[in-house]
């Protein structure tokens, strides 16, 4: 096992000039191929359908980051038949061969990093510490799949217990046609993981990124071209979700769906997978990665410097546009004051504006649904709780909402319910270790969740009935490293999937057992 065992990707020295410096030059390096068109990709040739959406920078309405052709229903159908096309061959290549092209498309990126961090910068939003951290778990995807699929490939040679009447062999085989559907958020690292995980495993894939982060995409599709993939193992099909998104989830072809974003969004994709097409003659499996109302908890007896760095860190990093983003703060009665006070302080301190400039630790909101549904909230929240400090918004030049914190929120409001995905934190006080676990329990979610406590009663408490998919103990809750810690909730954050995890390749296989009697 240890064979296959390796370091991840690590993450740049943002205190180094020569760091800084190279960051600049990618910035000045995608600047110059900005406002370019894409085409899509269907069988490995270029289509365009002159149906174009145009991808801004978030942080700068004028600046267009890129123009690319919108399928249509008639080309997703062509994808589809693409994929089909080329399943019947990319099934039958050996395993380290497909894990060979992961490896590949991973030094690629690994060449080019400072060259996608930047165009995530522009086109995401994304603060360079950020575009950094989701380069390099993209990579960390691609080379942690496939070693993945180099172990199970071994584990196909073991045969089962044994007689002398037969021979036993249990093997995993690929399951078909996914439809992969991506969010924004983590619009490089996301797409690799959940597009390579599919490929690695013998599946050819219909991709449909997310609306906003098209460009970014687009650059993927190339780097799996220039490290072999073969034409029609995965089809580009960018379009819109309701439209090209749900043909994809209910064609009768479509074997499995694997789908990250919303809950709303997941829940109607299961609901489409589940209703049997004509012709169809398999149950579709949904991998379904959605939403968080993610909470930390600060025990009566804890470092609260480290209580009120990892809240702030947690909620304000990418503008709380991460699933895994902390949105509520759950304290002891005991210490509370004191941390809503440090919470507030460093809040303050937050600069935010263009990511271009590396000052800003925050960058704008993704689009203009995001900034309504946002600033929405904040109107419900100063209802709902008292504002400490933020509240603002600014729409002139990009989708700008400051880093906002509200205290006294009730378990039940809404501010503390629903997940508002950007820059806002609700604080509510409990009187127990106790009833703090009970309002941490107390949505319909459970992606991440951290505890910052130093007793170790409470700790090994939390370990037990804190009903999350990711539990961090003393440190932020978001940050997951693939091959570390798995990352993926439970109730309706999703379907219990683990990506970067050891069982997640098997979710995009079916196994087979043969016996052939002597
Ligand atoms: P979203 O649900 O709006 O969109 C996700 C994808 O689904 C997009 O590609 C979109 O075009 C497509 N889509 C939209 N409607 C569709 C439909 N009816 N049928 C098929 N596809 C459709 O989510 P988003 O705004 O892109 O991403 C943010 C959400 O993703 C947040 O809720 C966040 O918590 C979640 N998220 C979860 C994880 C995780 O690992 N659990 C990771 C990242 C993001």
Not at 175 to 190: D, E, H, S, Y
Not at 298 to 310: F, G, M, N, R
Not at 343 to 369: A, C, I, R, W
Not at 485 to 513: C, E, I, R, V
Request: one cysteine or more.
């Amino acid at each position: 096992m240890g064979l296959y065992k390796y370091k991840t990707e690590p993450l740049l020295d943002f205190t180094s000039k020569e760091v800084l410096q190279k960051y600049e030059e990618a910035l000045k390096f995608v600047g110059g191929y900005l406002g370019k068109t894409y085409p899509l990709i269907i069988d490995g040739e270029f289509v365009e359908t002159n149906d174009l959406y145009t991808s801004l920078n978030p942080a700068d309405h004028t600046q267009v980051i890129g123009k690319i052709h919108q399928a249509s229903i008639e080309n997703a159908e062509k994808a589809m038949e693409s994929a089909l096309k080329a399943f019947e061959t990319w099934k039958k290549v050996k395993a380290s061969i497909r894990a060979d092209v992961l490896f590949k498309a991973a030094a690629i990126i690994r060449k080019r990093k400072y060259e996608f961090s930047a165009l995530m910068t522009f086109e995401a939003g994304k603060p360079w510490p950020e575009a950094d951290a989701d380069t390099a778990e993209a990579i960390d995807f691609l080379e942690y799949y496939g070693r993945q699929m180099l172990l199970l490939e071994e584990s196909d040679k073991l045969t089962l217990s044994r007689r002398n009447i037969e021979r036993n062999e249990f093997k995993y085989i690929p399951l078909g046609v996914a439809a992969v559907i991506t969010p924004w958020n983590f619009p490089l690292a996301i797409l690799a993981g959940m597009t390579s995980a599919a490929v690695v495993a013998g599946n050819t894939v219909l991709l449909k990124p997310a609306i906003t982060t098209q460009v970014i995409a687009y650059k993927f599709m190339e780097v799996l071209k220039e490290a072999g993939l073969p034409k029609g193992v995965v089809n580009f099909i960018p379009g819109d979700g309701p439209e090209i998104g749900e043909f994809m989830v209910k064609h009768p072809k479509t074997r499995f769906v694997s789908f990250t974003g919303s809950k709303n969004v997941g829940l109607s994709i299961n609901q489409t997978a589940a209703t049997p097409q004509k012709g169809q003659i398999w149950i579709k499996r949904v991998i379904a990665e959605m939403g968080g109302k993610d909470a930390i908890l600060v025990d009566s007896d804890a470092d609260l410097e480290l209580a009120a760095e990892s809240i702030v860190k947690s909620t304000f990093g990418f503008s709380g546009q991460k699933c895994s983003a902390c949105s509520r703060a759950i304290i002891h009665e005991d210490v509370y004051d004191e941390v809503v006070e440090m919470v507030k302080e460093k809040t303050e301190k937050l600069t935010y504006g263009n990511p271009k400039d590396f000052s800003n630790f925050m960058g704008p909101l993704t689009d203009e649904k995001a900034f309504n549904k946002v600033t929405s909230y904040i109107e419900i929240a100063k209802n709902e709780g008292r504002l400490l400090t933020g509240g603002t918004a600014n729409k002139e030049m990009g989708w700008f909402v400051s880093p906002t914190v509200f205290a006294d929120c009730a378990p039940n409001s809404r501010i503390m319910q629903e997940e508002v995905f950007g820059p806002v934190l609700a604080m509510t006080k409990v009187k127990s270790f106790q009833e703090g676990i009970e309002v941490a329990n107390n949505t319909e979610y459970g992606l991440t969740g951290a505890v910052i406590s130093n007793n170790r009663f409470n700790l090994e408490k939390a370990r037990e009935e804190y009903h999350v998919g990711n539990l961090y103990l003393n440190r932020k809750c978001t940050g997951a490293i693939v091959g570390y810690q798995p990352f993926g909730g439970f109730n309706n954050s999703g379907t219990d999937s683990k990506a970067g995890g050891p069982d997640y390749l098997l979710l995009h296989m079916q196994a087979k057992s043969i016996s052939e009697w002597l």
